[in-house]
């Protein structure tokens, strides 16, 4: 067994040089290599639906500033200094799956970017990360798609999580049920049901808002007047729309719906290590993917103390190992 240091690993990996354009695969996409790449991202929902947000709910119009807090409200994420334990024999690989080059353009603190670092992490599959501004998005200008997650694979462009997840999958295992029931039901579960319960609880007060801005704005990919703006800004309009995210998702109470998110999910693996069995399934790592970026700010902490679910996710955490991500050219 080795232990692995998350941190110091990123630390090397992640030192590119920003201004370094580089043609991806086929030399078709060209993308600008990130600053960084920290590890753990969350972050929910969509910028268009935020700035109606912002616009309907607290009244506020000025473009530049609905986009700068847009960009970012839905996110928190926490820092993940954690050790990890991996016997490298136990990293599943994708055994007929060795692509030249895949590229992730993500939101640091994006769950739905989660979801899909979490199972190229698991399947040792090496990926490079472009983080995306997400109040200019420049990164992904060459794509009519505009949000995060997208993934490139020599070239292939591929996008919205789940249909990326299913893809890569496809592409190792071709035989693969992506239909089973019960991985099916739970992943479903997440994107439908526990993605909504996360924003209320990391901003559920003005402290716990600010933590999560204070982790976006630092992670992220931000200009100087940027991050500022969108630091207290964001933390401030997101602690009053998390409050209108509640009525909508019909939660009276943001920490019981987080437990019991969290329940449900240890009730559903009926006893036993993931929900895949001895090995976690696509649902595991989905709900670990969602999950990862809040588990060190206040909601993941109180969600681990006052639930039966840290267990899975330790397990969880040393299944999936180190991150795959390596540093791009410079
Ligand atoms: N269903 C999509 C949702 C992706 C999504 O909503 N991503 C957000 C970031 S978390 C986004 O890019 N929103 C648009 C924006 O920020 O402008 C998926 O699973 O990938």
Request: aromatic share 10%.
């Amino acid at each position: 067994m080795r232990g692995v240091n998350r941190f110091t690993l990123l630390g090397k990996a992640i030192r590119i040089d920003s201004t370094t354009i580089s043609a991806i695969s086929s030399g078709t996409i060209r993308h600008r290599l990130p600053q960084f790449a920290p590890y753990g991202t969350f972050s929910i929902g969509n910028t268009q639906w935020l700035s109606h947000s912002l616009i309907d709910h607290l009244g506020i119009s000025n473009p530049s500033v609905v986009r700068s807090i847009g960009g970012v409200m839905y996110s928190s994420a926490a820092a993940a200094s954690l050790n990890q334990h991996v016997h490298p024999d136990e990293l599943p690989r994708a055994a007929e799956f060795k692509p030249k080059e895949v590229v992730l353009y993500q939101y640091e603190a994006c769950p739905f970017c989660n979801k899909v670092t979490a199972f190229l992490d698991y399947y040792n599959i090496p990926y490079q990360i472009v983080e995306v501004n997400p109040i200019n998005k420049k990164e992904i200008k060459w794509s009519n798609y505009k949000k995060v997650p997208i993934v490139t694979v020599e070239g292939e462009q591929m996008v919205d999580s789940s249909d990326i997840i299913d893809k890569l999958l496809i592409k190792m295992h071709p035989d693969y049920d992506l239909n089973g029931d019960e991985e099916k039901k739970w992943r479903g579960w997440v994107d439908q049901h526990l993605v909504h319960v996360l924003s209320p609880n990391i901003y559920r007060t003005v402290p716990e808002a600010l933590e999560s801005f204070d982790y976006i704005t630092t992670r992220g990919n931000f200009g100087f007047t940027e991050r500022l703006v969108s630091k207290y800004g964001g933390a401030a309009a997101m602690y009053f729309v998390s409050k209108k995210l509640k009525k909508r998702h019909n939660i009276t109470d943001e920490r019981a719906a987080l437990y019991g998110a969290a329940e449900q999910w240890v009730d559903a693996l009926k006893g036993r290590k993931f929900l895949g069995g001895s090995d976690p399934n696509l649902a595991d790592l989905a709900v670990f993917g969602v999950l990862r970026p809040i588990r060190h700010l206040k909601s993941g902490r109180d969600m681990i103390q006052h639930t039966r679910i840290g267990e899975w996710y330790s397990e969880m955490e040393r299944r999936v190992g180190q991150p795959s991500r390596i540093s791009g050219q410079s």
